[in-house]
């Protein structure tokens, strides 16, 4: 993209955000088909202007610029629901006021969970698989180091 804002093959509009890797996360999770997968998760709610699809797709954006609380997205210092260039990354017009991620969320049953759950899993092996091949072949060994005590983890463990 020119920084004059004109367009390239291909590319829209220059557009600044303060959420970059967001955008950059938005593109490549389009391309391997997570948005896609989660935009066929059962959800049983009516669409009135976002899909509640979409919905269970902002939250996990959200969670991925950690917004620690669903008001974060709308009142946080870099407010997610306004920023375009971050929902025309993830494939959607525009992003949901948080009481109606909150709505879709209260009408999401065992099914739509275990469906996100298994989406989530089915998206992420991959790559889980290869870094743990890349692993083995470079070390001769997979360590694995892992703390059942629930206690937080410091910097100087």
């Known amino acids: 993209m020119q920084a004059n804002g004109s367009r390239?093959?291909?590319v829209g509009p220059l557009q600044y955000t303060d959420h970059a890797m967001l955008v950059a996360w938005g593109h490549f999770a389009r391309q391997f088909g997570l948005v896609e997968a989660l935009m066929n998760?059962?959800?049983?709610?009516?669409?009135?202007e976002h899909a509640p699809q979409s919905k269970l797709l902002q939250l996990l954006v959200?969670?991925?610029?950690?917004?620690?609380?669903l008001k974060d997205m709308a009142e946080g210092p870099h407010p997610l629901v306004n920023d375009p260039a971050v929902a025309a990354a993830w494939g959607q017009p525009a992003w949901a006021d948080p009481s109606g991620v909150s709505r879709t969320f209260q009408v999401a049953d065992e099914q739509t969970m275990a469906a996100t759950l298994d989406v989530l899993r089915r998206f992420s092996q991959p790559f889980i698989d290869r870094e743990v091949l890349l692993a083995?072949?470079?070390?001769?060994?997979?360590?694995?180091?892992?703390?059942?005590?629930?206690r937080e983890v410091s910097a100087t463990n």
């Open 8 to 10: 390239l093959s291909g």
């Open 136 to 150: 083995v072949r470079q070390h001769g060994r997979l360590c694995f180091d892992a703390d059942l005590t629930g």
């Open 41 to 48: 998760v059962p959800l049983a709610q009516k669409t009135v």
């Open 62 to 69: 959200a969670t991925l610029a950690g917004c620690t609380h």
